[in-house]
Structure formats: C-alpha cells, structure tokens
C-alpha cells in the first residue's frame, strides 16, 4: 500500500500534470487535424522526452495517445474525414449527425465515450497487469523467446493483407535491431567502420522515419487533397443541439459493451484500435432494436465506435507491462521511450520498481480526468483547427521529425531519418506492415537475448525444448496461428477473385 | 505495370538481399564467435535465412495469384518521380544545415516543401518557413540550451 500511494505521490507534481495536460493537447491537436495523427506526434515526441523525467516522459507520451483518441473523432464527425485511421467508424453516424445539425451533440458524445472507455480500459489493466506479470515472472528465456516469436506471427497475421509481407517485415525489422554492438559479446555488427554506427539505429530515427516521415513522405507524393469543412457544419458546433444527461444514458450501455470489446481486443497484440472501432459499431447495431437507424445519424453508433476505439488504450498496456511486449505501434514507440529512460518493462518491473509503476497508473487516471475536463473546452476550437490546409502543417512537421532526430542524437542520424523514410514509404506503398517492422525493431534486442540464454541452456540439445512445456504449448501456438492466419489470408483472398 | 509484377520484384529483391546478407554481409561485417556466449553470427543468420525464404515463397505466392495481375501497380512513375523530387529537398536541406546551419536550412526546406504541395502565395510561404523555423532554433538553441547545427 506503502508503495502504491509513494507512485501515486510522485506522479502527482505540478510539473508532471503539466507535462501530462501538454501531452494530451498535442494528441488532440494532432488527432484533431486529417493526416497527421497522433501516432506521427508520438513518435516525433520521444525526442523530446530526454528532458524530461522517466515519470514525466511517459506521462506526456501517454498524454498524446491519450489525447489522440478524442482528437481523431473531430475531422470524423464533422469532415467525414477521420483524422485517425481508428476514428473510421465514427463518421458513418457522426457526420450524418452534423448535416442535421447536431455536431455538437455528435462531439460530446464522442469525447464522453472516449474518456469513458479509455478509463474503464485502465482501470482493467490496473487490475490485470500485476497478476499476469505474477505469471509472467516465472517464465524463463526459452518461454520468453516463444511468448515473442508468438505475438511476432499474431501481429504478421492480423495487421495489413498479407502475412509473409508481414512476417518479411518482422525479420527485417528484428534484423535492422542487430546493427551495432553486439550486447552479450561487444562484437561490432554491421558497423562498416562508423562510429556513429555502435550504438546501432537509433528508435528515434527508426521510429521518425518510418511511422512519421514515411507517411508525410506518402502524403507529400501523392498531394493528399482533403476536403474543406465548410461554414454552416462548423457553426453547429457552437449553435447546434447540444449533449444532454438524457443522451448520456442512452449511450451508456452502449459505451460499456464497446468498452469491454475494446480492452478484450486491446490486450491481444495486433489488432489495434481501427478494428476495435469496426467490431464495437457492428455489436451496437447488432444489439439495438433499431438496427436501421445506424448510418443515418444514431447517436449510439458514434458511441460504440469511440468508446471501442479508445478502450484499445489502456488494454494495450496489459502485455506490454505484463511481458514486455507491445500490444501495438504506439504501445512499441512507449516501449522505446521506456527504453530510452533505462527502464525495461515487463514482469520484473513489478519487483524492481513498483513505485514506477504505480507513477505510470497515476499518470494515466490524470490523463483520464484532464482529457475528460479539456475536451470540454477543445473541441469546438478544433473545428477551427482543422481549417488549416496540409500544405502548411506538412512542411513543418517535416522539419521538426529532423529537429527531433538531431536532438536527440545527431546530424548523421538524419541521414539514418531519411532512409529510413524511404523505407516505411515503400512498406506502405507495397503493403509490408510497417507496424510489423517497428514492432520487430524493438523486439529485437529482447528476442535476441532470450534465444541466446535459451541456446545456452539447451547446451545443443533440441530435446531441450521438451523439459519446457510452456515454450512448447508457445511454440506450438504459433504455429497453429500462423497456420490458420495463412489459410484465413487465401481464402479472402479467393473470396475477392470470386467477387470481382 | 500490375501489382503481381511489383509484388514478384519485390520478392526477388527481398530473396537477393537476403542471400547477400548471408554469404557476404554477415561473413564479412560480423566477427565470429568470440568462443563464449552465442555467436555475434547466430542471430543475425537465422533473420537473414527467415527474410531468404520468406522471400521465395512470396515470389511463388505472387507468381500463383493470378487477381493480383488485374490490380493497378501501386505506385506510378509520376509518385516515383515526385518521390525524388521530395528526397532531393531533404538531401539539400541536410546538406545545407552543414554548410550554413539550421536556421537557414530549415527555412528553405519549409518553403521548398510548401512549393511542392501547391502553395503559391510568397507571403505565408515566407512567414510560415521563417516563422517555424526561428520557433525551433530559439526554442532548443536557446532556452533549452541544445546545439542547433
């Protein structure tokens, strides 16, 4: 208990709300604008994290995540444009919703869900995390090696269309992660003489690069032309029929089933919040008895796709603090942060710095509470946001990838930036999951390291393999999903030639 | 060009690199096994040898899906050379942030990157590059007491 209230105390400074309540206008800001994201501002955030504390960096990356998730449905509903892919859902109701006047009902019953499914999706992972870790903990490298190589083949299967694209752009992601000295033998990998090279790739320009630049760089060639929000939609956001407690109850079970798909698809590495969204939409309309009336402007269908769609948040936590392994994209550039400031999650990090972690779990109710109080004031500003055309928000989110880079490490590694740009612009045009990579990337080390200690406890001996049954049960399921992902992949394949 | 024979290139290339890894990358750029521990070689063999076969199978995937060459190459040669266009602005920006330093550098890369989207009015080009740009030097510069090129 001692320890509990010792984390909570230290999360709660002035100087780590502050960081937090930045962290979640950016997410918002962001979210809010089409095109950018608040993927892209975690990434380029990491950064700038180095001036902070452990506690305060999280929180502020954890602020944008956060903050992204009510952001994204602002250009949904009121553009039918999301500004986050997970946002999708929400403008099949939420932009019917502003054409008859109700943006603003539409926007506070987003913002609400959100807020409310994000916490609830906490409060599961406060709960959760410590008894999985407890399981976790017994678990040695050989279990640790299959619990990775497992979520490596999940992550393959279910993000993008094609799982030995995806499972190319695990290796090579796992791959890039071994430049450098080597950790257990400092033996020089791929060094070719730089120096700049033994620390190897950093995450910073790996993450830059292919999340963020990769995508302006798409953005930049293809001239990404988006539609205007025009006068009357961003009047009724002041003026329009506002959010009454009536409303609220009316989308309140709504909000729980959501919220419980949600944190149950959030803790399975892989599917994200975009799917999370879709899922919770279909079970709304599934359970209402006016099926007919989504798409058209219900109010629940912008409910049960923000409240899915932000329940992803806290969920993805659950593996990344229970085992180490992110549950998503974000959830893997947090890892890094955590990295960067020394700390290596999962199980032991509940042994060797308890304090930590319930600082992490204060940061995030804070993030909750500020989200809820400064949607209340953001939203409207943000339909003026998102008037501002890409040609001047892309330019400099392009300098401040590089700024960010330079910072943090140098000049040459915005060399690294570049190329790597390039890389996650050609993964998304030939539909290789980035995700994937940048997963594997920081995986890598990890991997590598439960292989080796495994390699040398078996001492050569294959049946090795057999004295540990968790590894095998591990590696058995990764096989049987890699197996049925492959059959599931042809088979919507075949469904797609018989369509066309 | 279809999207089979983008998806068969990019498998051969994945192929080739994979075997270049193998017999000359790892060979010649890893040092052996030190005589403790895993070998420095180990691991990146076995992604190398995964990235090898996992590209022959998606040339024989791609070979074998015949919808695939009724879809559209995804990228044209106008994204392409619209591709190279935006990576010589970045080249010549990171070149010129040596040369001249950051401010400067980061100006024009503001600017020439407006040019590139469409935007023709020199005053907000002028502001928006100027105005970004002296925001991040005297932001990290200055107060946070971080070199700037």
Known sequence: ?500 | MNARIVDLSAGVLVTLAGLFTLFYLIPQHISPSLGFGLSPRAFPYLCAAAITVLGVVLVVVSARDRALAERPAPVSRAALTRLVVVLAVLVLVLALMQWVGFLAAASVAVALLMLLMGERRWLPIVLTSLGWSLFLWVLFDRVLGTPLP
Request: hydrophobic share 55%; charged share 10%; proline share 5%.
């Open chain 1, 1 to 500: 208990m001692d320890t509990i209230l010792a984390g909570f105390s230290d999360a709660f400074t002035l100087s780590n709300v502050l960081f937090v309540l930045l962290g979640i206008l950016i997410g918002q800001l962001f979210a809010a604008a089409p095109g950018v994201g608040s993927l892209i501002a975690i990434t380029i955030a990491v950064p700038y994290t180095f001036y902070m504390s452990p506690v305060a960096a999280l929180g502020f990356l954890i602020g944008i995540n956060k903050g992204g998730t009510i952001g994204g449905a602002v250009s949904a509903i009121l553009m039918n444009t999301p500004g986050s892919p997970e946002a999708t859902a929400s403008t099949f109701d939420g932009y019917p919703m502003t054409q008859q006047g109700k943006a603003r009902k539409a926007l506070r019953a987003a913002h609400f869900s959100s807020v409310t499914g994000d916490t609830l999706s906490d409060l599961v992972l406060i709960f959760v995390a410590a008894p999985l870790s407890m399981v976790a903990m017994k678990m040695g490298p050989p279990e640790m090696a299959a619990v990775i190589l497992v979520a490596l083949v999940i992550i393959a299967g279910l993000v993008g269309n094609s799982m030995i694209k995806g499972l190319i752009a695990a290796f090579l992601g796992l791959f890039m992660s071994l430049v450098g000295m080597d950790q257990s033998t400092a033996a020089e990998r791929l060094t070719f003489g730089i120096p700049e090279l033994m620390d190897g790739i950093s995450i910073t320009a790996a993450g830059i690069g292919v999340l963020a630049l990769g995508e302006i760089l798409r953005q930049i060639v293809f001239s990404a032309s988006l539609p205007r929000l025009d006068q009357k939609n961003s009047e009724s956001v002041k003026s329009g029929e506002p959010f009454t407690w009536q409303d609220f109850r009316t989308i309140l079970p709504t909000i729980l089933r959501s919220t419980m798909i949600g944190t149950m698809i959030g803790a399975i590495p892989g599917i994200g919040s975009s799917a999370a969204g879709f899922l919770g939409y279909t079970a709304a309309k599934r359970a209402s008895k006016n099926p007919e009336r989504f798409g058209k402007g219900e109010i629940r269908g912008v409910a049960a796709s923000e409240a899915a769609n932000s329940s992803v948040v806290g969920a993805n936590f659950i593996p990344l603090l229970s085992l180490g392994i992110p549950g998503n994209v974000a959830a893997a550039i947090i890892l890094g942060a955590f990295l960067i400031h020394g700390i290596t999650p999962g199980p032991q990090l509940f042994s060797e710095q308890p304090r930590l972690i319930y600082s992490l779990f204060a940061v995030m109710l804070i993030g909750d509470l500020l989200n809820l109080i400064t949607g209340l004031f953001t939203m409207g500003f943000f339909a003026r946001v998102i008037r501002i055309p890409l040609t001047y928000i892309i330019p400099c989110v392009v300098v401040l990838c590089i700024t960010g880079v330079i910072v943090a490490d140098s000049l040459f590694d915005a060399w690294l930036l570049i190329a790597m740009a390039v890389a996650g612009f050609f993964m998304r045009m030939l539909n290789f999951s980035f995700v994937t990579f940048i997963i594997g990337y920081v995986l890598g080390p990890m991997f590598e390291e439960a292989f080796g200690q495994a390699m040398i406890m078996a001492d050569g001996d294959p049946l090795y393999l057999f004295e540990r049954p968790i590894a095998c049960v591990f590696i058995l399921l990764a096989v049987v999903v890699l197996v049925s992902l492959l059959r599931q992949h042809r088979r919507a394949g075949r469904a797609m030639a018989v369509m066309k």
